[in-house]
């Protein structure tokens, strides 16, 4: 099962809308684990509140990262914005549907 943060729900929505993200090694990064991801739609993902998959995994870690994160205003933001429950288990089709239709960002 891989763990996944609000905000993180909301730069996946941007990747499926407008595809890879640029400018510096850690979005490169960031690629890598929604290329993964997406990879099986089966997949199991639980929403989680502090640091996931994105932030902890691989040799480049997010720039914003210490021992928590400055962006969980914008976890509880995401959260409400795609109508998720921290703690509960989607699959990875379920938060591209999800994504896709109530994101801000919209295909």
Request: aromatic residues 10%; hydrophobic residues 30%.
């Amino acid at each position: 099962m891989i763990e996944l943060r609000g905000h993180h729900v909301a730069s996946l929505a941007y990747y499926l809308c407008y595809g890879p993200m640029t400018g510096n090694e850690y979005l490169d990064h960031a690629n890598e684990k929604f290329v993964r991801l997406l990879s099986d739609s089966s997949t199991e993902v639980k929403i989680v509140a502090g640091l996931d998959f994105v932030c902890e995994s691989g040799g480049t870690s997010c720039p914003k990262k210490t021992n928590t994160c400055s962006y969980t205003h914008d976890d509880d933001f995401c959260i409400e914005e795609y109508g998720l429950t921290v703690g509960k288990v989607y699959t990875v089709g379920e938060l591209v549907e999800i994504a896709k239709e109530n994101g801000d960002v919209r295909c």
